[in-house]
């Protein structure tokens, strides 16, 4: 099987050597592992491979995190130490095929089915709140049989896709598809609002914002929208009593250390707790049944207990790393939509990890933002994978050789 190759004009092919040595490596028999990838592994960008080993450190130390958080509540509460990482692991394994799917697929297939998509989570959504389970005063999920599935982390891809979708031709799109597509993630942000969950919308709304920012919109019609997110998000705080009751015990959760503030009084002491290098892997206390949810909200304030303000640090410059590879991605993409997926990405990936970070340090009111790849939960972990993926098939499509309209280069007799 031969691999594919763009064909586009002169000005946007890639270089003649590459397209060269593409054709050499074609009519090579490919190995299994070959015929997996969607190009050989020495044609893949710098940035695809990091990304990949990004990925894959991400995953494993998130594990190893998790591992710490849970053991004790496990073990105490359930009787083995390893249930939730046994299940994390499980999710995990299943997370890294929708990875390796995601990269395979042809982008431009990925974005012309992204529409219905975001309907069809539309739809979900909107059932957890007739048939969802309840938690917490929010119903956010929906119980098939063993599985529990939370719609709005897994519409998160489609939302990005579709983004790229509506603002890469906005300039030359329909009004009334304009109209559609925005009363579409009008919608979806109303439902989630109506879970109630403020965070997820609040983090749906600001990929959305930024995917329009870098496609060029007017910044009066930013404004604008930033201004009415503003107050719609205002509005849920003061209609739904238990968000109002996190701002105020945010504000000054001392107040209440035993009731409403105890949840981000007991992330700070574990924060403070760590100092400079921490206590040491494995050797956090608040995790002791002293921090609540310690493995999946909170689990920041359990790694930084642990790692200290220096483990702290690297986190942040994980993050860094990430952010500035996924805008070396953008950059290198040959179309508008690509790169307006790439940037929406890694809006996702980097801004839900610093909103997580904000909430556990008390910079921000209390969440229900999962930690991307650290936190239990196999919905986030799927998701979150998904969406690295189509950043690593975005640089990929950087190249030129895949992607596209494309056709098939026949291995050919001659050299």
């Known amino acids: 099987m031969g691999h594919r190759i ?6 946007v092919t890639a270089t003649a050597p590459r397209r060269r040595i593409a054709r050499e490596r074609v009519r090579q028999r490919p190995g299994l592992i070959q015929r997996l990838m969607p190009l050989p592994w020495a044609l893949w960008p710098a940035e695809a491979r990091l990304l990949v080993g990004l990925a894959a450190f991400w995953s494993l130390a998130g594990l190893l995190v998790l591992v710490s958080a849970s053991w004790w509540v496990a073990a105490r509460e359930i009787g083995d130490g390893a249930f939730y990482v046994k299940r994390q692991a499980i999710w995990l394994i299943a997370s890294w095929s929708l990875f390796s799917l995601a990269l395979t697929a042809n982008l ?3 974005l012309r089915w992204a529409g219905p998509a975001l309907w069809v989570g539309c739809l979900l959504i909107a059932a957890t709140l007739m048939i969802g389970t309840t938690v917490n005063g ?4 929906l119980v098939l049989g063993p599985l529990q599935i939370q719609p709005s982390e897994l519409v998160k891809p489609f939302v990005v896709l579709q ?3 509506l603002f890469a031709p906005w300039c030359r799109m329909r009004l009334d598809q304009k109209l559609l597509w925005l009363g579409s993630f009008g919608g979806l942000l109303l439902l989630i609002l109506k879970q109630p969950n403020l965070s997820t919308a609040a983090l749906i709304g600001l990929t959305l914002w930024m995917v329009a920012l ?3 919109i007017r910044w009066r019609s930013l404004l604008g929208t930033a201004i009415a997110g503003g107050a719609l998000g205002t509005a849920s705080i003061l209609i739904n009593e238990y968000q109002r009751l996190r701002v105020v015990s945010f504000l000054d959760p001392w107040a209440d250390p035993m009731g409403d503030g105890y949840q981000l009084v007991q992330s700070l002491l574990a924060i403070g707790s760590g100092g400079l290098t921490g206590q040491g892997y494995g050797l956090s206390t608040q995790k002791l049944q002293y921090l609540p949810i310690q493995s ?3 689990i920041y304030a359990v790694f930084a207990e642990e790692f200290g303000f220096v483990g702290s640090v690297v986190l942040l410059l994980f993050l860094m790393l990430v952010a500035w590879v996924g805008l070396r991605v953008a950059l290198r993409c040959r179309c508008n939509q690509t790169r307006l997926v790439a940037i929406g990405c890694c809006t ?5 990890s610093i ?4 909430v556990a340090s008390g910079a921000m009111p209390t969440t229900g933002l999962p930690l991307p790849l650290v936190s239990y939960g196999g919905n986030s972990l799927m998701s979150s994978l998904v969406i690295l993926g189509l950043l690593v098939r975005c640089s990929l499509e950087s190249t030129g050789l895949i992607g596209g309209r494309e056709r098939k280069i026949r291995p050919s007799g001659r050299s």
Do not use: H, K, Y
């Open 6 to 11: 763009l064909e586009q004009s002169p000005l």
């Open 108 to 110: 431009r297939n990925c």
């Open 138 to 141: 929010a119903s956010r999920w």
């Open 163 to 165: 983004a790229a979708n």
């Open 214 to 216: 870098a496609s060029g």
């Open 296 to 298: 999946t909200d909170f």
């Open 348 to 352: 996702i990936l980097v801004g839900q």
């Open 355 to 358: 909103l997580n970070i904000a």
